[in-house]
T-cell receptor, first 119, second 113 residues
Framework: GAVVSQHPSRVICKSGTSVKIECRSLDFQATTMFWYRQFPKQSLMLMATSNEGSKATYEQGVEKDKFLINHASLTLSTLTVTSAHPEDSSFYIC???????????????FGPGTRLLVL | AQSVAQPEDQVNVAEGNPLTVKCTYSVSGNPYLFWYVQYPNRGLQFLLKYITGDNLVKGSYGFEAEFNKSQTSFHLKKPSALVSDSALYFCAVRDQAGTALIFGKGTTLSVSS
């Protein structure tokens, strides 16, 4: 089946530093990846849509200069939280869809998530 | 605009009893409907989906869901609940291929032994 990995699974950083989170599709190519944010006991909120080879599309209210997204290949998208602050502490989850080939099923597969804690 | 409603924050059921987790949706076109399950501090696991075809969809771990167009519902069901089914369940929808999913707020399922 389709597997999506995220790294790191957990990160603790000081306020003002930048943190990079990687999202990889391990056994399929994903032209589109999505980044979500989840607060405790709440639903997933879409932050941005990442398209390979082009600029990401951000949802309203999400600062593109703070949450930098790069989708450099068909298997990797990165989210960089720049100048992180305590309010950025959250659970970040990526997902990917294969849009062609044997696994084309219109299903989004989710990574295991990255827990970010900013002190 | 698309939206998903999960009217119950929590569903409690005894092991061995049938369970239902409710979901209603609103989309402008034909819906693509999904159920995911999330265990504590974990990502989402895909359970099942409805794109087209038979209204009754069977998925992983014995779960199934019925698409009801007239009621705009996609309730998740299982004939016999297990304690291990206890988790957070999300219903999600999108109105076209390749777009992001819109999630409901989630329903916590608690199965007691």
């Amino acid at each position: 089946g389709a597997v999506v990995s995220q790294h790191p699974s957990r990160v603790i950083c000081k306020s003002g530093t930048s943190v990079k989170i990687e999202c990889r599709s391990l056994d399929f190519q994903a032209t589109t990846m999505f980044w979500y944010r989840q607060f405790p006991k709440q639903s997933l909120m879409l932050m941005a849509t990442s398209n390979e080879g082009s600029k990401a599309t951000y949802e309203q209210g999400v600062e593109k200069d703070k949450f930098l997204i790069n989708h450099a290949s068909l298997t990797l998208s990165t989210l960089t939280v720049t100048s992180a602050h305590p309010e950025d502490s959250s659970f970040y989850i990526c997902s990917a869809s294969q849009t062609s080939g044997i696994l084309f099923q219109e299903t989004q597969y989710f990574g295991p998530g990255t827990r970010l804690l900013v002190l | 605009a698309q939206s998903v409603a999960q009217p119950e924050d929590q569903v409690n059921v005894a092991e061995g009893n049938p369970l239902t987790v409710k979901c209603t949706y609103s989309v402008s076109g034909n819906p693509y409907l999904f159920w995911y399950v999330q265990y504590p501090n974990r990502g989402l696991q895909f359970l099942l989906k409805y794109i087209t075809g038979d209204n009754l969809v069977k998925g992983s771990y014995g779960f199934e869901a019925e698409f009801n167009k007239s009621q705009t519902s996609f309730h998740l069901k299982k004939p016999s609940a297990l304690v291990s089914d206890s988790a957070l369940y999300f219903c999600a929808v999108r109105d076209q291929a390749g777009t992001a999913l819109i999630f409901g707020k989630g329903t916590t399922l608690s199965v007691s032994s």
